[in-house]
């Protein structure tokens, strides 16, 4: 069996992984092992544990593989799993859980749902006491069928992806590098920005005043194959289509290229 190789990059992150800050710039380590990265990861947890909770920044190593790109932040001293098929902060892991993920030994964790709950015991209550207890009973049943109601109607759909079948990793990465680079709506206050990786992150902004960028936020991507064409599809439902070199499309705004 062929050794695995990752190409891990580092985001406000010091070469070493041994300090953190938005000073430092990006690093792409290329060939990595999988023992090396395994170092870097353990690394990456004790770093992630002296960092203070109310750190504006959130530092990341992010690993290609055959699957995507693996996202791993560090928040509130733990380190948190994201990639394409995870939403919100992803989900708390350990170095092990990480290394059995990238290398394909384990499946990615899925988070449970925000609305199940752990089957309640049944309680051992005198009879005599049967009135409260059925009392009791109907209260919480009534706030369960409440909060059920609640989580029905909040939770995100499964998908609204169109059907796809996703590109082989030579094929995407090549239509990820046609597409990277920085684009927007336009240059004004409230026109929207987007930057694309090679590696297949997206970050996604608002012009603020002074050509400031606000309420950033990153997603992930993966290049397929769609009924009628090739699009980049990512982990919040976004279907990015190219319409020239210079122009793409998503959630219905057109990007120009920002021509540097």
Do not use: C
Request: cysteine-free; glycine content about 8%.
């Amino acid at each position: 069996m062929p050794t695995l190789r990752f190409q891990v990059m580092l985001n406000a992150l010091a070469p070493d992984l041994t300090d953190a800050g938005t000073h430092f710039p990006d690093t792409t380590l290329e060939a990595v092992t999988e023992e090396r990265l395994r170092q870097l990861l353990t690394t990456f947890a004790g770093l992630a544990a002296r960092l203070a909770a109310t750190a504006t920044f959130r530092p990341q190593v992010r690993i290609k593989t055959a699957a995507g790109l693996a996202i791993i932040t560090a928040i509130e001293g733990k380190l948190y799993y994201g990639s394409w098929d995870t939403k919100g902060r992803g989900i708390e892991v350990s170095v092990e859980d990480i290394i059995g993920i990238v290398t394909g030994i384990v499946e990615t964790p899925k988070p449970a749902p925000s609305g199940s709950r752990m089957p309640l015991p049944e309680p051992n209550v005198p009879k005599r006491k049967s009135k409260y207890f059925t009392i009791i009973l109907l209260g919480a049943a009534i706030i369960a069928m409440n909060a059920t109601t609640a989580w029905m109607l909040l939770k995100p759909p499964p998908s609204i992806l169109p059907p796809h079948t996703f590109l082989p990793g030579t094929e995407s990465d090549d239509l990820m590098k046609q597409v990277a680079g920085s684009y927007q709506t336009g240059n004004r206050e409230g026109d929207r920005y987007l930057s694309i990786e090679p590696l297949g992150l997206f970050h996604f902004a608002v012009y603020g005043p002074n050509h400031t960028l606000l309420r950033e936020r990153l997603q992930t991507g993966r290049a397929a194959r769609v009924a009628n064409g090739v699009a980049i599809l990512t982990n919040e439902f976004g279907e990015l289509r190219v319409i020239d070199p210079n122009t793409v499309t998503i959630y219905g705004d057109t990007y120009h290229r920002i021509v540097n």
